[in-house]
């Protein structure tokens, strides 16, 4: 099996063999047009939904997605809504999702879009570009589908896609490929329906170019796959990270008072505005009581130890020693706000990593 290592990727010579360019990508969007997948947010050309619904796919799985999209929606159906909603708000919305970032991201950008641009939403991928939270992926995506740009995607399917058309062994994790297939891709949208083509190739990569086990003897692009005729569709892509994480050792306490649990809504940092558990990379129980005096003047006792919670993040993983705690009897001025009734914690918008401990240890 030969998989082709020197021939320039370049928009007029993607292949050393002669290439159909306008017969794969119009048989890309046909084929879309055909069994494309049912998604709510594809029954719209309305930039502000299509934005929303790429925000929330960033590194979530589209199944995941479709009720968030839809409760959204309906809480926040313009771009002024969403402006002019609080940030718990959202946040509550968003719960679960995970990557809250990129909820504060499309809170703020949905106040530009509404104070600057009257609600009227960016129309070209340089102009999306530029709003907060949105990357080349997420600016290509809304020009193409709701604008009709002819702006290539560049995500895993497309580029999973590009490495088998044209058997290629670049690696796909380099930024250098990225851009490579960039062109490629910028290059064979031109000769389709911008919008057909490129949710053709997402499509095409979540149902039949897969990672494993591709279904190649269904796949309407199947006579034009370089990989599929030299048998290495199954090695591609290549596609080889640095996978450096962080492991981060915590002891987080569930910590009651008078009946009602102690949350601390971050204030910057990774969970930046939720409502999570007290938790410090404490070497012992009396280190975590020391932090914590110091950090609300209130005294505190950890009494049980629970057990080891985990929770992987992209590039760190938290290790948490999880105990039962009380805060000290007596007037706690310093963390009133804080305490928090069972029934009022539902309602905050809580992080992943937190609310699967307080979710485990309201079964025991």
């Known amino acids: 099996m030969m998989i082709q290592k020197t021939a320039p990727l370049l928009p007029e010579a993607l292949s050393p063999a002669p290439f159909d360019t306008p017969g794969f990508s119009r048989t890309i969007a046909s084929w879309y047009r055909a069994c494309g ?40 159906p313009t771009v002024f809504d969403l402006a002019e909603a609080s940030m718990d708000d959202v946040y509550k919305l968003w719960e679960g999702l995970g990557y809250y970032r990129r909820a504060a991201h499309l809170k703020e950008a949905a106040m530009t879009v509404a104070n600057t ?16 939270g949105i990357g080349d992926y997420t600016a290509s995506a809304i020009a193409s589908i709701a604008f009709g740009e002819p702006k290539g995607v560049i995500d895993g399917n497309t580029l999973r896609i590009i490495s088998r058309i044209f058997n290629r062994q670049d690696n796909i994790a380099k930024t250098s490929t990225k851009k490579l297939y960039q062109a490629a891709m910028d290059h064979l949208i031109a000769f389709a329906d911008p919008s057909d083509f490129n949710q053709g190739m997402m499509d095409l990569g979540a149902t039949v170019c897969t990672p494993k086990k591709p279904a190649c003897h269904c796949c309407p692009v199947k006579s034009f796959c370089q990989a599929d005729a030299a048998g290495t569709a199954a090695l591609l892509p290549v596609n080889i990270k640095n996978r450096n994480k962080t492991d981060i050792y915590l002891i987080t306490a569930v910590l009651r008072c008078q009946g009602k649990y102690f949350l601390v809504k971050n204030q ?37 130890y ?59």
Not at 322 to 330: D, H, K, L, S
């Open 268 to 304: 910057e940092g990774l969970l930046n505005g939720l409502y999570g558990l007290v938790q410090y990379e404490a070497e012992s129980p009396m280190g975590f009581e020391d932090q914590f005096y110091d950090s609300y003047r209130t005294g505190v006792r950890l009494l049980e």
């Open 37 to 76: 997948r049912d998604l709510p947010w594809r029954r719209t050309r309305d930039p502000y939904a299509i934005w929303v619904s790429e925000i929330m796919l960033q590194q979530t799985q589209v199944d995941t997605v479709k009720p968030y999209f839809e409760r959204f929606m309906a809480h926040f």
């Open 306 to 364: 629970e057990k080891e919670f985990r929770h992987v993040f992209s590039h760190r993983v938290w290790h948490m020693s999880v105990y039962f705690g009380e805060i000290e009897a007596g007037e706690h001025p310093h963390i009133d706000e804080n305490l928090y009734t069972w029934e009022e914690m539902q309602h905050l918008a809580i992080p992943t990593a937190h609310k699967k401990i307080i979710e485990a240890l309201s079964r025991l």
């Open 117 to 132: 641009g009257h609600g009227e939403f960016p129309s070209t991928f340089e102009q999306i570009r530029l709003l907060k």
